[in-house]
């Protein structure tokens, strides 16, 4: 079995120490370096063999919600977890759209960590559970809501949602979107995932009960 190659990004060298020596320690994980921005980030993925980005979102040059956005689009095979020091619902949605499949807090243990890794290598979301107390806490409050599936879908995803609806190819896809076929395998195998679907014929009976496309 291969290693799931992990890379670490985070303006704070000791964060980056920190995951390093988890990583490090189990042996189905290889830790494959540390970005202190998104741009590193960037240039790393285009030289190394990446199957995991831990991103902080609060990075100078380039931050994390840029450089999800940028990785969904060109690596959608990569998994993203995003890291912050802070439990906020709303920038928990906001990497999602970008991108991430999961989202940690930095004073997350160990255990967490790990399970947040190969929870979202097999395609499933992650997150933390402090940031999901913080859900229950603020659930009888004015337009507080939790996370339904349908947030834990991109900008992107949900477009090829609407062109899988309109019976499109994945080549026609291709072209609509200017991203290669591969590319459009990799975003249609995430939302099969993250949506827990088997077929497009499921998705094509998701998106309608959840109203992503209109009869």
Known sequence: MDKIKVLVADDH????DGL???????????FVGGALNGNQVIEMVESKAVDMVLMDINMPEMDGLECTSYLSKHYPQIRIIALSM???????????????????LKNSSKENILKAIFEVKEGRNFFDPLLMQNFLDVSNQKNSSSFAKKDLLTKRELEIIQLICQEKTTGEIADELSISTHTVESHRSNILLKLELKNSVGLVKWAIQNEVIEL
């Open 20 to 30: 390093e020596a988890i990583i490090s320690d189990v042996p189905e994980l290889e």
């Open 13 to 16: 060298q000791v964060i980056i």
């Open 86 to 104: 802070h439990d906020n619902p709303r920038l928990a949605k906001r990497m999602i759209k970008n991108g991430a499949f999961g989202f940690l």
